[in-house]
């Protein structure tokens, strides 16, 4: 998918989601998007999605540090909330749709 159509199908997501405050647009070329999106808990989510590497990540922050997060760094994996430090591998990609749904999720705990 091509940074631009990504960008547009991240935008359609956040729009329908009651979580989130603002999106704003970090950096973005014709192969990549970094999005920062503001959330209700004050919190936000840093997303980057590049098209010729096919690198994507995505990364909730508050107070300066990760909290929750997904990449395909070495392959995909999460990031939990319950140690955001760690790795744990999935054999599928992770998608943003899916990300923000694990966030909803959280903050309607």
């Given at each position: 998918m091509n940074a631009r159509e990504f960008e547009r199908q991240a935008r359609e997501l956040c729009a329908s989601s009651s979580i989130i405050m603002r999106v704003i647009v970090l950096?973005?070329?014709i192969d990549h998007t970094q999005l920062r999106i503001f959330l209700t808990d004050?919190?936000?989510?840093?997303?980057y999605h590049h098209?010729?590497?096919?690198?994507?990540?995505?990364?909730?922050?508050?107070?300066?540090?990760?909290?929750?997060?997904?990449?395909?760094?070495?392959?995909?994996?999460?990031?939990?909330?319950?140690?955001?430090?760690?790795h744990d591998f999935t054999d599928d990609e992770i998608t943003f749709d899916e990300f923000l749904k694990r966030v909803e999720e959280n903050l309607s705990k």
């Open positions: 950096t973005e070329s004050l919190s936000f989510v840093d997303v098209q010729i590497s096919g690198k994507a990540a995505y990364t909730q922050i508050r107070d300066d540090r990760r909290v929750f997060g997904a990449d395909n760094k070495k392959g995909w994996h999460w990031h939990p909330y319950e140690d955001p430090q760690r």
